[in-house]
């Protein structure tokens, strides 16, 4: 069973970066969709990025421009770059990847606020 650990959240002021990291317990890029969704108070889960086997890269409107997903094949790790984060990015952040089966990580926790 492959588990999904993520990692890097806090609490960050407006305007300023974040870097999540997932790191994966088996290699699985090549052959899994890998994913960033988040889920804020009160809403329902929504896809932030998501990256193919053959790396084709998706973005959610809200954060095209701003957030940047990209894997370290060589560390099992996918990587989301948060940059200009503003108080609606504000979510329980998840990893995921998919083949046959989903699999989902426990989540990490960002903040925006002044």
């Known amino acids: 069973q492959v588990q999904l650990v993520e990692s890097g959240g806090g609490t960050v002021q407006p305007g300023e970066s974040l870097r999540l990291s997932c790191e994966a317990s088996?290699?699985?890029?090549?052959?899994?969709?890998t994913a960033w969704y988040r889920q804020a108070p009160g809403k329902q889960r929504e896809l932030v990025a998501a990256?193919?086997?053959?790396?084709?890269?998706t973005y959610a409107n809200s954060v095209r421009g701003r957030f940047s997903l990209f894997r370290d094949d060589a560390k099992n790790t996918l990587v989301l770059q948060m940059n200009n984060l503003n108080p609606d990015d504000t979510a329980v952040y998840y990893c995921?990847?998919?083949?046959?089966?989903?699999?989902w990580g426990k989540g990490t926790l960002v903040t925006v606020s002044s």
């Open positions: 088996k290699h699985i890029f090549s052959t899994y969709t």
């Open positions: 995921y990847a998919r083949s046959i089966v989903e699999i």
């Open positions: 990256i193919t086997p053959t790396s084709h890269t």
